[in-house]
């Protein structure tokens, strides 16, 4: 699969999807600030080459949840609101922004935390973090999580080497429709 191409796609279609959902952005912004108080979610993550970035999302917990894995959380730290950005996946809209400063594709391996050892040791032996992470991909749309670090490990690398332009844009529509469900807190 060509990289580079990729690369081109990941950033037009984030430019655009940070013009067009703009509205969205701020309005969701604004009444995280009623929800949570603290809107944006920042979390450092592993990326490509084991490098860390900081990941950028919607809040969906209060602000004082302990930095553990979604599926490790507690499902009572999730507000209301949180529960629906969730579920509509609005949540994963400010990530654009890390695929547009090319720290994220849209299609790629879930980042994980630096705390996740076991996945880690998975991920590396199957050349997992030669790739950049991304929003969605294989294991998401067949609600394979983080609570199973070698069976998402073995799913990332069979994404990773049977990655076309094809199944990229499969992969996205197939999340965008609503298959799996991705990273959720059991």
């Not at 996740?116 to 050349?127: A, C, D, H, V, Y």
Request: no cysteine; aromatic share 10%.
């Amino acid at each position: 699969m060509n990289h580079f191409i990729i690369r081109v796609i990941d950033f037009a279609m984030a430019f655009f999807g940070l013009i067009v959902t703009f509205p969205i952005l701020v309005a969701v912004t604004v009444m995280g600030y009623f929800d949570t108080g603290a809107p944006i979610f920042i979390q450092q993550r592993v990326g490509k080459n084991k490098r860390p970035f900081n990941l950028i999302k919607f809040r969906t917990m209060s602000v004082d949840t302990k930095s553990v894995a979604s599926h490790l959380a507690s499902p009572a730290s999730i507000t209301k609101f949180g529960s629906f950005l969730r579920k509509t996946k609005i949540d994963e809209l400010p990530q654009l922004i890390n695929v547009l400063k090319g720290e994220m594709s849209f299609v790629g391996p879930r980042p994980n935390l630096f705390n996740q050892k076991q996945l880690i040791k998975e991920r590396e032996s199957r050349g997992v973090y030669d790739v950049l992470p991304g929003i969605t991909g294989l294991a998401q749309v067949n609600t394979i999580d983080m609570s199973t670090p070698e069976l998402l490990a073995e799913i990332d690398q069979k994404m990773i080497a049977t990655l076309t332009i094809k199944n990229y844009f499969k992969y996205i529509i197939m999340t965008a429709t609503g298959s799996g469900s991705g990273d959720r807190v059991k």
